[in-house]
Nanobody, 114 residues
């Protein structure tokens, strides 16, 4: 069955970095674009970044441009989100999503706090 499993979330100080991973299984990963979303407590889920099936096309929400980088390794069926210069407002549960297949991962918690 289709699975998306996020990992890499942690508690980090402001200005720090984390790399999130989204490991996919159960479908032909290289054919599908993937999105990262996040949801902070009491707020709606918001789109963070998008990457195409090949990895050559990507986009970012304005609030992460210049700080986050999305990438993928189709040989490993994995999408990454490199997060640098983290801010307290980046605190949220981060989810990966396959919009074409309609599947979500379970999420990974990122907390940015001193």
């Amino acid at each position: 069955q289709v699975q998306l499993v996020e990992s890499g979330g942690d508690l980090v100080q402001p200005g720090g970095s984390l790399r999130l991973s989204c490991a996919a299984s159960g479908f032909t990963f290289s054919r599908y674009g993937i999105k990262w979303y996040r949801q902070a407590p009491g707020k709606e889920r918001e789109l963070v970044a998008t990457i195409s099936s090949t990895g050559f096309i990507f986009s970012y929400a304005d609030f992460v441009k210049g700080r986050f980088t999305i990438s993928r390794d189709n040989a490993k069926n994995t999408v990454y989100l490199q997060m640098n210069s983290l801010k307290p407002e980046d605190t949220a549960v981060y989810y990966c999503h396959s919009p074409s297949l309609g599947y979500w991962g379970q999420g990974t918690q990122v907390t940015v706090s001193s």
